[in-house]
């Protein structure tokens, strides 16, 4: 999917995918209908691919900061690639 965010192209078949939470159920993929998928950009730009089930709702990409992507990372189960590799940092040890 592509779209266009403040004069900005957002697009996942260049971007890298970092999580989703996409998870087989034992009969489909999605969650209650929906999935969200958080990308980063070559650029270093992160986004939210939410793609929907339900009629009446449309797929659409949401441009967030990197605060808010490190916060979803954590909230999503499907981790694609590291922490360290996703945000240039390791993550501070408890």
Same mark, same amino acid.
């Given at each position: 999917?592509?779209?266009?965010?403040?004069? /900005?192209?957002?697009?996942?078949?260049?971007?890298? +995918? @970092?999580?989703? &939470? /996409?998870? #087989?159920?034992?009969?489909? #993929?999605?969650?209650?209908?929906?999935? /969200?998928? +958080?990308?980063?950009?070559? /650029?270093? &730009?992160?986004?939210?691919?939410?793609?929907?089930? #339900?009629?009446?709702?449309? %797929?659409? @990409? %949401?441009? @967030?900061?990197?605060? %808010? !992507?490190?916060? +979803?990372?954590?909230?999503?189960?499907? @981790? !694609?690639?590291?922490?360290?590799? !996703?945000?240039? *940092?390791?993550? *501070?040890?408890?």
């Amino acid at each position: 999917m592509k779209q266009v965010i403040n004069g /900005k192209l957002y697009n996942t078949e260049t971007a890298l +995918l @970092i999580a989703s &939470n /996409k998870f #087989w159920d034992g009969h489909n #993929w999605e969650r209650q209908g929906r999935n /969200k998928f +958080l990308y980063k950009t070559k /650029k270093g &730009n992160f986004f939210v691919h939410n793609t929907t089930l #339900w009629q009446g709702e449309q %797929d659409r @990409i %949401d441009a @967030i900061s990197e605060s %808010d !992507a490190m916060v +979803l990372y954590e909230e999503l189960q499907e @981790i !694609a690639v590291d922490y360290a590799e !996703a945000f240039g *940092v390791e993550p *501070v040890e408890a």
